[in-house]
């Protein structure tokens, strides 16, 4: 067990927004993931021995305060559904630990863990695959009741209509099936079942990359609502940079199983400090015509490389024109470079005063179009 | 490549044993089990009116007073070297394979089995070829127009021939085209290289019923695959490429919508190779099926143990091919 | 041997020299697609008509079921493989490609085309390349099947090709496996494959929609360099309003099979003429702006393309509906009516009215 600061007390619900409420002292976080390791063995041969391991997450630090809104972005093989998975608990980490309001929950048992499955619910990516489609929406919805065995004041059925006004569907939805409803109706519904304890924790993978875009934004924005209705605190996970751009307070990037960068959204998208996340924001492309010629694009080369063989030293160093001799030695550490961003790299970009571990930042023969910065 | 052939040889080996130890368990532990001593097995070999002097020497010959683990490794042993009996005075070399001698007519097990095997084999092969190819063509052009009048009266018949029982088809296409129109006569299997003509001739009706019932669930089943394959993208592809529509229907969706049906078929020929019992019986073939009839009946144990090995084998031999085969087909299959 | 010709080649075979010979590189006019089902006839498309030059980029926007997939399927001579199961498909209206005119053409004489003249590259080019074949061999088949060369040859210039779309070590990987690849790497060779006998008109249908955002900005640069190479027509399918501000010229957006606005992309973007364009607009969270406002997404959702509504298609979820008299956007389908200089708009809603709202209304809470 960890050190557990009774903070049910004093933990007082922010506001969404209030910038100057999460600026210098941070409220006692919500979820607070520490050293957090999930590797995938892989096994070879009749007897299965291990040969190796898929790092999908490999020793990340971060605080979800309560309130907030925490995007979690990086491309596919990043590692951050798993950590999503993780936090949840639907999955046990190999390393690390996990403390929900002081407690650890990092290797409870399922027994152990139903109490805090109220307060923390999950919304799915894909809302066909994850509805039955043999339940009723009533049934979908109140699986959670029957599950926690709590029985709602009122009645089940009563609580499961309010939630689906709640979240935009008619109560009369309560007997129809899955089928009848179209996609951006699905997310509401698994939205729906995601409130009915309550939860303090809503981790959302990929809510809304499967929807069409003007169903898209009827979705951000009920989560919008929502958020500020109930006092929610999320962490939404995905890949679309503008979505989480969109929605998050803070955001985390990942890059092979590591974040690279923490910060604070308008820091972040205005002056990120890792090359990888500056080059991923400028790989996207912006609705504008006129900007495309103006735009300074950073290519990088290549894919990303194995998780199972990840590089060393610093895992985004074989893609990045800033790489260096160090890069290859020394894994960065994520360190506070300003008040509230957080950098993992040996040669930050927009790191305007020269901070202890910037090094001159020299031309690497990795670059592509550097780009000068704005 | 290599290797992964290797490995599956490996555990086709491996499999092998533990059948073979299974079995062995089943046919000479559990008469034990079941209050049977060593006396009265002994004594099966001998026939009526046994002498306890018999009955020692006998128990002494074959080792069946010795513990199981030591019995199995001769059984082991007789299979791979051979195995020399001293009956009374007379000694007598089991040849390899060694599955040792028939309870009843003490004749050894294997050349029986072997003087069987071309009947066995005649059927299966000429079987599975007529199945394979008219289940697989009648398939496709189903899958090619799904819901036209040839695809459901193709696919109703295909459900007769599921459902219709070997006993049934057999028994009518022997009523009718032997006994009502004399086609087919009834004769003895003769062997393919004493007369290729008549060895057919003998076959084509077993032939046909058993294919009839085999084509119907292959063409079934290539239907349903057929139909999977030509929706997926890359048969898009291939047409957004020009190619000819025939090109595009076997190179690209026949080939993917065979691999589940080689695994089919590698299960169905090494169970029809280890006898096909009912075929055989029905159109009174002296196969490996009727033997294997035969030594049920009369309770030959080391008879039954050897057509049960033979069959476990040949499932064993067509499934190590079907994976080979399978990593042929799908390179996906190797590097995994 | 299994041409079901159940197509009927709708207006095409009857009627007379409709008009001369376009000037336009490809165009289409007039594009119904229809596929009769059991629950009534889906309206994939009905009534499209555009034209595209050589060398130039034509953007076609929609979400899922606005029949832009369709479309370009359609083009291909592809549409019979637009839905699962061959259900049967009625096709009228004209296709010219380079002055052949495509609807009314002998199927064989199209699939000559198809890959020669006019290819096409796929969403998801893991389930589009076929993973029984190596990659080279499936290059080398789409050259032969218009090139009568030998096998050496044809894998030359597969490597070739491979090279040209920037995978490394060509001659190696030109014998590896689709599942080998990963999915930049894929989509690459899906190009090397599309172009690998310099079609003059390629279709990407949401080239980039499976893959990540930094593979993206490669895979749509490339496109970007093998047009300016080789001179083809480009039409690139897809929801993102951002992919098509990379690369299009020209932009046409499509709603419940039609087309409700076509233009200039420049000018498409900067004064869009119908609502559903300024819905999709309001919808898109915005990368290039810090926004703190709400999103403004278009209420309910697309059109069934079995009942489309009556009118205008998009009347249920616009909110100006009601501003024309005589219930007008309810019963009469607006036509396409040019705007200025290319840019045609379908929306009942008077010009004035449609550029103040814009101005006014909607331009400044993007």
């Given at each position: 067990m960890t050190d557990t600061t009774d903070d049910q007390s004093k933990k007082i619900p922010l506001q969404k927004g209030t910038e100057a409420a999460k600026a210098p002292a941070d409220p006692a976080p919500l979820l607070r993931v520490r050293g957090l390791v999930r590797h995938f063995p892989i096994t070879k041969g009749l007897l299965k021995r291990q040969t190796g391991a898929v790092q999908a997450v490999d020793g990340i630090d971060f605080d979800v305060r309560p309130g907030e809104t925490l995007g979690v972005v990086g491309e596919s093989g990043c590692g951050k559904s798993t950590m999503g998975r993780l936090i949840t608990r639907l999955d046990e980490p190999t390393g690390g630990s996990i403390e929900f309001q002081g407690r650890d929950i990092t290797h409870l048992s399922p027994g152990r863990l139903r109490p805090m499955r109220r307060d923390v619910q999950m919304i799915f990516q894909d809302p066909y695959g994850s509805?039955?489609?043999?339940?009723t929406i009533g049934g979908i919805v109140s699986t959670p009741f029957r599950l926690q065995g709590v029985e709602p004041e009122g009645g089940v059925k009563k609580e499961v209509q309010r939630l689906l006004e709640l979240v935009g569907l008619s109560p009369e939805h309560y007997n129809r099936y899955p089928h009848e409803f179209s996609g951006g109706q699905r997310q509401r519904i698994g939205i729906a079942r995601a409130l009915a304890l309550k939860p303090k924790l809503v981790v959302a993978d990929e809510?809304?990359?499967?929807?069409?875009v003007s169903i898209q934004a009827q979705v951000v924005n009920l989560m919008d609502d929502l958020q500020e209705e109930l006092g929610l605190t999320y962490v939404i996970i995905a890949h679309d940079l503008s979505v989480i751009r969109h929605v998050s307070d803070r955001i985390a990037v990942m890059y092979l199983g590591k974040i690279v960068e923490l910060s604070d959204r308008k820091a972040l998208y205005e002056t990120p400090m890792h090359p990888y996340t500056k080059a991923l924001l400028s790989a996207v492309p912006v609705p504008d015509p006129k900007r495309r010629t103006q735009r300074d694009r950073i290519l990088l080369k290549g894919d990303v490389p194995s998780p199972i063989d990840p590089p060393s030293g610093c895992r985004f160093r074989t893609r990045c024109w800033k790489a260096t001799e160090v890069c290859a030695t020394t894994e960065p550490p994520l360190v506070a470079l300003r008040t509230g961003h957080q950098v993992a790299c040996h040669h930050p970009e927009n790191a305007g005063d020269p901070a202890p571990a910037a090094a001159p930042p020299a031309e690497g023969p990795?670059?592509?179009?550097?780009s000068t910065g704005e | 490549m290599y290797s992964y052939i290797i490995r599956r040889l490996i555990s086709a080996v491996v499999l092998l044993l533990i059948v073979s130890a299974v079995t062995f368990g089943i046919f000479f532990l559990l008469p034990k089990l079941a209050g049977q001593t060593t006396d009265q097995l002994a004594q099966q070999y001998i026939g009526k009116a046994p002498t306890p002097a018999d009955i020692a020497a006998v128990k002494k010959n074959l080792g069946l007073d010795k513990p199981v683990f030591e019995q199995y490794w001769d059984f082991l042993k007789g299979i791979f070297v051979g195995v020399d009996y001293k009956f009374g005075p007379e000694a007598a070399k089991c040849h390899v394979p060694c599955f040792g001698y028939s309870?009843?007519?003490?004749?050894?097990?294997w050349p029986e089995i072997q003087s069987r095997l071309p009947v066995t084999l005649s059927l299966a092969a000429g079987a599975a070829v007529l199945w394979v190819v008219s289940g697989v063509a009648t398939g496709v052009l189903s899958a090619l127009r799904p819901g036209s009048v040839f695809d459901r009266m193709a696919m109703t018949v295909a459900l007769a021939g599921v459902s219709l029982p070997m006993f049934f088809t057999g028994a009518l296409a022997l009523a009718l085209f032997t006994y009502q129109w004399p086609i087919f006569e009834r004769s003895d299997y003769v062997p393919l290289m004493e007369d290729p003509f008549l060895w057919a001739r003998t076959l084509v009706l077993p032939w046909v019923t058993l294919a009839f019932l085999y084509s119907a669930l292959y063409a079934r089943l290539t239907r349903a695959g057929m139909l999977e394959t030509l929706s997926e993208d890359y048969i898009r592809t291939a047409r957004a490429k020009g190619l000819r529509e025939g090109k595009v229907v076997v190179r690209h969706g026949l080939r993917a919508a065979l691999t589940p049906i080689i695994t089919v078929f590698g299960m169905d020929l090494g169970l029809l190779l280890g006898g096909a019992l009912i075929t055989e019986q029905v159109f009174s073939l002296k196969g490996v099926g009727a033997f294997a009839v035969e030594a049920i009946n009369a309770n030959d144990l080391p008879n039954i143990l050897g057509v049960t090995l033979l069959a476990a084998f040949f499932i064993v031999l067509c499934n190590l091919v079907v994976d080979v085969l399978y990593a042929a087909v799908d390179p996906r299959v190797r590097l995994s | 041997m299994t041409d079901s010709s159940e197509d009927t080649k709708g207006t095409a075979a009857a009627a007379p020299e409709k008009a001369a010979q376009p000037a336009a590189f490809l165009d289409v006019r007039d594009l119904k697609v229809h596929f009769p089902t059991d629950d009534g006839v889906v309206k994939s498309v009905d009534g499209l008509t555009f034209s595209l030059e050589k060398g130039k980029t034509l953007g076609i926007v929609g979400e899922s079921g606005s029949g832009k997939s369709v479309t370009s399927l359609a083009v291909m001579g592809l549409h019979r493989a637009a839905r699962q199961q061959r259900s049967k498909v009625t096709m009228s209206g004209e296709i010219w490609l380079d002055g052949k005119e495509l609807v009314s053409a002998d199927p064989d004489e199209v699939r000559r085309l198809r890959g020669r003249e006019m290819a096409m590259i796929f969403q998801d080019p893991l389930s589009a390349l076929h993973p029984f074949y190596s990659v080279g061999t499936q290059i080398v088949e789409a050259y032969r099947v218009h090139h009568a060369v030998d096998k050496k040859t044809a894998r030359k210039r597969a490597v070739e090709m491979l090279d040209r779309v920037g995978i490394p070590q060509p001659d190696k990987r030109v014998d590896d496996h689709p599942h080998q690849f990963s999915g930049g790497m894929r989509q690459r060779a899906m190009i090397a494959m599309a172009l690998v006998n310099n079609p003059e008109l390629l279709i990407a249908d949401e080239p980039t929609t499976a893959l990540d955002v930094t593979v993206q900005a490669q895979i749509l640069d490339l496109i970007r360099d093998l047009q300016k190479e080789f001179g083809s027509a480009v039409i690139i399918i897809t929801h993102d309003l951002g992919v098509v501000a990379e690369l299009a010229d020209d932009l046409l957006v499509m709603y419940g099979g039609r087309c409700v606005e076509r233009g200039p992309a420049e000018k498409v973007f900067s004064a869009p003429q119908h609502p559903y364009t300024w819905g999709l607009l309001g919808s898109m969270p915005r990368i290039d702006r810090d926004q703190t406002d709400r999103l403004i997404p278009v209420k309910g959702s697309p059109p069934s393309l079995i009942n489309v509504p009556s009118g205008c298609a998009f009347n249920p979820r616009c909110p100006y509906a009601d501003v024309p008299e005589d219930n007008l956007t309810r019963t009469v389908r607006p036509e396409l009516r040019e705007v200025g200089g290319g840019h045609f708009s379908a929306c009942h809603l008077p010009q004035e009215e449609r550029e103040r709202i814009w101005t006014e209304e909607i331009a400044p809470k993007l």
């Open positions: 509805l039955n489609p043999r339940h809510p809304v990359s499967a929807l069409d990795a670059g592509s179009k550097a | 309870f009843k007519t003490h004749i050894e097990v | -």
